[in-house]
């Protein structure tokens, strides 16, 4: 990158003697330039040795092949990147490649390095890495150290022909402790990057900035707030607001949201450590001329796709999704209105009231608009959810919406089947929307008011009907028998408010079957008793509903007397039955019922000092689980233990604490508690194998404690790493003490 200095003007008064400032060749000069440079050390050095990478390549013409980079593992502690540049020759390696501020690259704004700082920036996490050089057949291998007088130097320690392609590799190793930090921060990295490197080792994923709206120059970032940045050369940097001149509501903006601004190579300066900008009047200049751009560019695009809209509905609609999914329209339309040929935009739109006398002198309506949209119900034929049609809604107030239809309403009856067969041939439209009236006059001004285009809006008799089912009540029928089970009542006391009675236009045919329970008096019949159906059937429609991951299916209920009636149809199931043999079959999972068992008596567990040792262990990098830090299964420590009890102990731990997260959905609680109820049909046998887990473990604390009575009162011990060691040691001498005594009594017999 291009470095912006340009020369001065200076006035002398006399020939003054002058002499110019120097920088001493010292351990403090190069401690500050390597180690005391960049804040975050893991991070610089990723960052400044992949530029380079990139660099090289684009040097090269190779910009079509990846460069390596190799994340450290458990079985390989090494951290390295190994370009396909044009690789360094041994007088560039070490007259240029050694010298700080001394770069080859300040003459272009194709690369991104220029200050020759950052291929030294291994130094702040290391004192001794390697270099290897491929260059035109031959590889020479450099080892940069830090001297006994603390100031870095280089020695070639090989020189060998090579048919490796030309490049650099830069190496060293990485402590156990700072894997994970090496993988996190090349995700943050090459976040930026255009492509992802060839990860070996470690092979994480690079998730790329994602952006609800993106031009050349700017992008509104997601999954981020308040943050906005300045990305150039594959690098982000953070934008200081109190270095740059903006106005109020420029600053509002950016202060606001996630933008970010994209700028080329050489517009702007950046700090030595590249973890920051250098503010001087150019880089301040760009930053405000692209957060104006900004503004312009999405006052722009507002105005001209609105302009571009059919209709006034439709402008209403764009502009709720804009304004829900681009938080800068919202702040830079939130003290004007917009328009559309020359009407406010509304979040709301009212429907204006019309009315008019009846025969009898009473005010009726002369012009109504409802709604029907799509929901989900039980379809009683495939015994799953399908779509259905919700009865109609009058409206007075709506806002504009997407994937909506307009009808007049011309017909007197069926316009719910009429709807329901428009959907299922429409599946992009989820609202429809009736506008009835005997007045055209009153249908017409409605239609101008809502701003949709009229040719859009057709009779709903235009829509063919299916052919009717008929559900008349023949001689030995239970039509006239059966009530549909009304969910929404769940939690009252009423049982009679639980059922409601079947309409003429519902969707529903006795020969299609379904589910049924017998009733009497209103209250469900549950072996040969009498329940409210709050106390029974609600409490296994939420257990079943949770179980399936489904809505409440229709039930239907019928007297206990015309019960023969419904079982000549094989359709028709008692839903009792059938909810009942799913819960048992669910509870009865071996994943389910030992999560039963645990929570059956999770609040009774006491493990006593073992529980501060489990605590803690999970605090120390070095003995907790690398992999899950709230498990204990799976530990350094638990690896390494050779006592089977406490290895059991520690399961039965975890599975309490994984339990309890599952316990906030309900799922369990509810399952048990219905168990504990005696209304379930898990037998008394299957019912007493929930309470063994608790036996079992009142028998292995006492089991372990018998055996190790020293470590009864330890919660003081095992609160350092030490003391932790010294227990284990104290538990696997035993052990093997125990082993040997079996060994010499296996000898004497």
């Known amino acids: 990158m291009k470095t912006n200095v340009k020369e001065r003007d200076i006035e002398r008064s006399d020939n003054f003697a002058e002499s110019t400032f120097k920088i001493k060749n010292s351990a403090k000069a190069f401690q500050i330039l390597s180690d005391g440079l960049y804040s975050d050390k893991i991070k610089a050095i990723i960052r400044e040795l992949s530029c380079n990478a990139y660099d090289a390549h684009i040097e090269a013409g190779t910009t079509d092949k990846k460069f390596d980079i190799f994340l450290p593992t458990n079985y390989d502690h090494t951290f390295y990147i190994r370009d396909y540049g044009t690789g360094l020759s041994k007088n560039d390696l070490e007259n240029i490649y050694t010298t700080y501020f001394e770069s080859t690259k300040e003459s272009s704004n194709d690369v991104v390095g220029c200050l020759g700082l950052g291929s030294k920036s291994p130094f702040s996490y290391v004192s001794m890495f390697t270099v290897t050089s491929y260059f035109n057949g031959k590889q020479y291998v450099y080892s940069a150290f830090v001297n006994e007088m603390w100031v870095p130097s280089i020695t070639l320690i090989d020189e060998d022909d090579t048919e490796e392609e030309n490049g650099i590799k830069v190496q060293f190793a990485v402590k156990k402790d700072d894997f994970r930090q090496f993988a996190y921060k090349a995700q943050e990295v090459f976040r930026y990057f255009d492509s992802a490197p060839n990860f070996i080792g470690n092979k994480v994923s690079i998730e790329k900035q994602g952006y609800t709206v993106k031009n050349d120059y700017w992008g509104l970032a997601s999954g981020r707030y308040s943050q906005s940045l300045a990305v150039m050369g594959n690098v982000a940097y953070p934008v200081n607001l109190d270095k740059v001149d903006l106005s109020n509501n420029e600053k509002k903006i950016i202060n606001n949201f996630s933008i970010d601004m994209f700028f080329n190579i050489g517009d702007l300066s950046v700090a030595a450590s590249r973890e920051g900008l250098s503010y001087n009047e150019g880089t ?76 009898n002198g009473n005010s009726v309506n002369s012009l109504i608009l ?48 009429r709807v329901k067969s428009y959907l299922s041939k429409n599946d992009k439209t989820s609202n429809v929307f009736l506008i009835k009236s005997a007045d055209d006059k009153l249908i017409e001004e409605l239609i ?64 299609d079957g379904g589910f049924y329970v017998p009733i009497n008096r209103w209250k469900v019949i549950h072996n040969d008793e009498e329940l409210p159906p709050r106390e029974m059937l609600c409490t296994i429609n939420s257990i079943y509903s949770r179980i399936m991951d489904s809505k409440n299916p229709p039930v239907y209920g019928i007297k206990k007397a015309k019960i023969d009636l ?78 089977s009890i406490l290895k059991e102990i520690a399961e039965r731990y975890d599975a309490g604490n994984e339990n309890t997260v599952k316990q906030a959905k309900g799922v369990t609680r509810k399952l048990l508690n219905f168990i504990k109820s005696g209304k379930s049909i898990l037998t008394e046998k299957e019912v007493k194998n929930l309470y063994k887990y608790s036996n079992r473990h009142q028998v292995l604390m006492s089991l372990f404690f018998k055996k190790y009575p020293f470590l009864k009162n330890t919660w003081s011990t095992t609160r350092t790493r030490d003391g932790i060691s010294n227990m284990l040691r104290y538990v696997n001498a035993i052990i093997n003490y125990d082993l040997i005594l079996t060994e010499q009594e296996g000898e004497g017999k």
């Open 370 to 417: 409802s709604r029907m949209s799509l929901i989900s119900r039980w379809d009683t034929k495939e015994h799953k959810n399908a779509s259905d049609v919700s009865k109609s809604e009058v409206v007075w107030m709506l806002a504009p919406i997407d994937k909506c239809k307009f009808f007049i309403n011309d017909c007197t009856t069926r316009h719910r089947m």
């Open 566 to 643: 419904l079982k000549k149809n094989p359709k028709w199931i008692n839903w009792l039955d059938h909810a009942q043999k799913v819960i048992k079959d669910y509870s009865l999972k071996p994943s389910v019922f030992k999560e039963l068992q645990v929570h059956s008596n999770s609040r009774n567990f006491d493990y006593e000092s073992l529980e501060s040792l489990f605590n803690n262990v999970s605090h120390f990098s070095s003995l907790k689980n690398v992999d899950d830090s709230g498990k204990i299964v799976g530990s350094a420590f638990l690896n390494d233990c050779e006592c």
């Open 284 to 359: 301040t200049k760009a930053i405000v001329d692209r957060v104006q751009l900004v503004i312009k560019n999405e006052k722009d695009r507002v105005e001209n796709t609105l302009d571009s809209m059919e209709c006034y509905w439709d402008a209403c609609v764009w502009m709720q999704k804009e304004r829900q999914t681009n938080r800068i329209v919202n702040l830079l339309f939130e003290n004007s209105k917009l328009q559309y040929e020359g009407r406010d935009l509304e979040k709301v739109l009212s429907v204006p009231r019309k009315t008019h006398k009846d025969e």
């Open 448 to 511: 101008g008011h809502l701003g949709i285009i009229k040719s859009k809006v057709t009779l709903l008799s235009d829509i063919e009907l299916p052919k009717r089912k008929h559900n008349k009540r023949s001689k030995g029928s239970a039509i006239g028998h059966l009530v549909e089970m009304n969910w929404q009542a769940s939690g009252l006391y009423e049982s009679g408010r639980y059922w409601k009675t079947i309409q003429e236009d519902d969707d529903f045919d006795i020969e």
